[in-house]
Structure formats: C-alpha cells, structure tokens
C-alpha cells in the first residue's frame, strides 16, 4: 500500500533553516509528481511546492518562493523540502503528497515550528 514518512521537522529561530524528507513505498516513485502542503494552528491546508516525477519542473507558493526548495532523489524514494529564511508564519504541520489514479495520497505529518 502507498507510504508516505515525513521527517526532518522540529523548532528552529527565525532565518534559520531546516530540511524535511518524505520517503515513499508502495508505488513507483519515479512515475508521480510530489507535493508538500502545510496547515497552520487554526487554518487551512495550503499547497507550498510541487515537482515533477522526473524532477524537471518545480513550483512554489508565492509565500515560500526564494526561501525553499523542493527536490527528489528517485533512486531512494525520497522527496525533500529545503527551507531557508525561516519565518515564524511557516509554523505549520507540512504533509508530503502525490496522486495516483485520481486519488490522493498525504503522509502524516511532521511539525515545523519557527520561534525565537
């Protein structure tokens, strides 16, 4: 069945930096696009980047843009997010994601919390 494990997420200060992981298992990896979403302490889910399967083509939410990353290393069935310039409005639990066949896939989470 389809996995999606996020991790790399915790507290770090403003401007600092950290760098999430999703690993995927159950499906072919290399075949979807990715996706990391956020939601915010009493706010909706808010799409921030997605990639192409063969990771040619990325796009970012214009409230991450220059300040993260996405990438994907197919040979191990992990996408990442790279965020630098961390802001205290990036708290949030960040969720990887992919669809396959019309049907969503989401992991569970890990939280990303930006204080001083």
């Known amino acids: 069945q389809v996995q999606l494990v996020e991790s790399g997420g915790g507290l770090a200060q403003p401007g600092g930096s950290l760098r999430l992981s999703c690993a995927a298992s159950g499906f072919t990896f290399s075949s979807y696009a990715m996706s990391w979403a956020r939601q915010a302490p009493g706010k909706g889910l808010e799409w921030v980047s997605g990639?192409?399967?063969?990771?040619?083509?990325?796009y970012y939410a214009d409230s991450v843009k220059g300040r993260f990353t996405i990438s994907r290393d197919n040979a191990k069935n992990t996408l990442y997010l790279q965020m630098n310039s961390l802001k205290p409005e990036d708290t949030a639990l960040y969720y990887c994601?992919?669809?396959?066949?019309?049907?969503?896939?989401w992991g569970q989470g890990t939280q990303v919390t930006v204080s001083s």
């Open positions: 994601a992919t669809s396959i066949w019309l049907r969503d896939y």
């Open positions: 990639i192409y399967s063969d990771g040619s083509d990325t």
